[in-house]
């Protein structure tokens, strides 16, 4: 994690995105208090694995039989 002032950063953006992409966090602050941190978007997430909920879910074998509640209605 690299920290530096904004009018600095404002004079070397293009070495702090290069810095970012390479990995690095860079935190620009101004009068010492941070503000903006910089971070690499561009990197993929973990992608999602379909069935890794298979078998956590179970749906009754009566789920759409009319419920007895509304058997007056019906």
Do not use: C, W
Request: avoid cysteine.
């Amino acid at each position: 994690m690299h920290a530096i002032d904004v009018a600095q950063a404002q004079q070397h953006l293009s070495d702090l995105i290069d810095q970012t992409l390479n990995g690095d966090e860079v935190i620009i602050t101004k009068g010492g208090t941070p503000i903006v941190k910089l971070v690499d978007v561009s990197k993929h997430k973990k992608q999602r694995q379909f069935g890794t909920a298979k078998g956590l879910i179970k749906i009754p074998d009566d789920f759409d039989l009319p419920l007895k509640d509304f058997k007056d209605y019906m």
